[in-house]
């Protein structure tokens, strides 16, 4: 009778179990719906998006071609339809012409096709560069109505020398461009802002996604689950195998993440990393030399003063004047190491590759490093059909426009294949703990806001928060402290010369990545102090900064690379 009772309460028992157990499936697929109905209403919901016209096909290259100078009397003027009502801004691009303007001004008006005004600005010319953006505020709130057609009228006060407006020598533009009532051929180089509503997807599917995510890991953490089945299965095992269609999802999820990461890296991994980093060696000025009899044969003699070398470039333009596209004839190429008294490139390049405004790369056979102090020399020789073919080289104040390749971006497989490796055994230690042992809340939650961190410390360089520097720089005085090196005051402090040359951006950049990379766990080849510039000293606690502090000391003593 007795064994009859307890098993009647037994199976009383898991009958409520089971009972709760589906109240709680029930309540999972309804908070399932919520983030449906919450990623369906972020979609139909529209925001606002900044747009811009009048930049198309104009870059740095294509700014050599010019208006008259705008002076006393002459008037440029800009017509064109506004694409939306909502247009912000309207801005050109000027140059000074080489001119050091003293006094005088420049006056933007914009009117509509009543010749109502409707902005206006006024800019002095002293200071004016060769690449000067001005703009001009433009609203429509004013107005009853929108304008079918904005005119821009700009001129100047100076008599003789004035600046000039840049050409779009590319692309043909949105509207018409005319100085004192003739026309210009070209497109002016100019910037509409303007905002539209869209619908977005890609946000509200990644907070439904988030969402849901957080409610299936509460339901597999046990917060939606019978405690008693947490307790269950667990009491004999404390390391429970998962069944097999656990280990089914646990493979899509897997296969589902190396899908994201494979086509990540096919659309941008592969190609940033046959990249390099640049470093201007003789900067563009706007000028060009044509290639033709004359300049058929071009030297060039540089000292790029960089420690690491992987080639040379030189700069080119095409004149789109001349037939689009060059198909005819090749470039002979070589690059000497004048310190070293042998040819480190020798190659040829077809008329096809040259694009307009951008490097031709000359990579040497091998890279070079130590040749800080080495001098080259760029021989290049034009085959006839190159001659009066519209293909210029774009020149600097020394010579032909060079620049530097430091180095390949060839890390980039690596840090990003460690990182998929890191984001896959996350995935199946958040698996194993929310669905097969179903640990605990709290412990789900600490396991990913660990990962987090992590993540975010790799993908955030140090210096890209604001005010990080100061902070490294407060953490690296109380590291001299425990080490017993003397203060050098508020401003300076000492460094080992090798944490004082390491650069961060306060962007992403491949620098970055490249100091993270390369100095993780490596160790100093210079510890030499340095009296070094710093921030001013915050006077923050010892006790904010100990876990820093603590970091940098070990890594001195040790003589690691600081990041």
């Not at 004839?329 to 690059?335: F, K, L, P, Y």
């Not at 010369?497 to 951006?505: G, H, L, P």
């Not at 080849?525 to 100990?546: H, P, R």
């Amino acid at each position: 009778m007795r064994r009859t009772v307890v098993r009647a309460q037994r199976t009383d028992g898991c009958g409520v179990m089971e009972m709760r157990l589906e109240k709680k499936k029930k309540l999972l697929l309804i908070w399932t719906g919520i983030c449906i109905l919450v990623m369906l209403a972020g979609i139909r919901k529209p925001v606002e998006r900044l747009c811009s016209q009048g930049l198309e096909g104009a870059n740095q290259a294509n700014l050599r071609s010019r208006t008259e100078e705008l002076t006393a009397g002459k008037t440029l003027e800009f017509v064109l339809e506004p694409p939306a009502a909502t247009v912000q801004q309207i801005g050109f691009f000027f140059t000074a012409n080489g001119h050091d303007f003293q006094e005088g001004s420049l006056r933007i008006l914009v009117l509509d096709d009543q010749e109502v005004l409707i902005g206006g600005q006024e800019y002095a010319l002293d200071g004016m560069t060769d690449q000067q953006f001005l703009s001009v505020p433009v609203s429509f709130a004013e107005l009853d109505r929108i304008p079918e057609q904005l005119k821009v009228r700009i001129g100047t006060d100076v008599v003789k020398e004035g600046p000039s407006a840049w050409l779009n020598e590319t692309t043909r533009t949105p509207g018409s461009a005319s100085v004192d009532g003739v026309l210009l051929s070209k497109s002016l180089v100019y910037n509409l802002t303007y905002t539209i509503q869209v619908h977005s997807y890609q946000k509200p599917l990644f907070i439904g996604l988030i969402l849901f995510l957080f409610g299936l890991g509460v339901y597999g953490a046990g917060g939606f689950a019978a405690v008693e089945k947490r307790t269950r299965r667990t009491r004999d095992r404390r390391f429970p195998m998962p069944s097999g269609r656990e280990m089914i999802g646990l493979a899509a999820a897997v296969l589902a993440v190396a899908a994201v990461f494979l086509y990540l890296y096919d659309t941008q991994i592969r190609i940033a990393q046959n990249t390099t980093e640049k470093a201007a060696v003789i900067p563009a000025d706007g000028e060009t030399m044509p290639v033709n009899e004359e300049n058929r044969l071009v030297s060039q003699t540089v000292r790029p003063g960089e420690d690491m070398l992987t080639g040379l470039g030189v700069r080119f333009y095409i004149d789109p004047e001349h037939e689009p596209g060059l198909t005819e004839g090749s470039m002979h190429a070589s690059v000497t190491d004048l310190t070293l008294g042998q040819t480190v490139c020798e190659t040829d390049i077809a008329a096809g590759q040259f694009i307009s405004g951008e490097y031709v790369g000359l990579l040497f056979h091998d890279s070079q490093t130590g040749v800080m102090d080495h001098t080259y020399r760029i021989d290049l020789a034009f085959s006839p059909e190159l001659w009066d073919s519209g293909l210029e080289i774009m020149t600097g104040e020394e010579g032909i426009c060079v620049n530097a390749y430091l180095y390949f971006n060839i890390f980039l497989k690596r840090f990003f294949f460690f990182l998929f490796l890191g984001v896959e055994g996350f995935l199946c230690l958040f698996w194993y703990a929310v669905i097969v042992k179903r640990v605990r809340l709290e412990h789900v939650l600490f396991i990913t806001l660990l990962f987090c961190g992590l993540v975010y410390n790799v993908l955030l360089a140090p210096q890209m928060v604001p005010d990080e520097a100061k902070h490294i720089d407060m953490a690296y005085r109380y590291s001299n402290e425990l080490l017993g090196y003397e203060s050098l005051g508020d401003t300076r402090c000492l460094m080992r010369a090798e944490d004082a040359q390491t650069e961060f951006t306060a962007s992403p950049s491949f620098q970055n990545y490249r100091n993270i990379y390369y100095g993780l766990f490596s160790a100093v080849q210079d510890d030499t102090l340095v009296e070094t510039k710093i921030s001013s000293n915050i006077e923050g606690s010892f006790l904010l900064y100990a876990p820093s502090v603590l970091g940098m000391t070990l890594a001195s003593i040790f003589s690691l690379f600081l990041i």
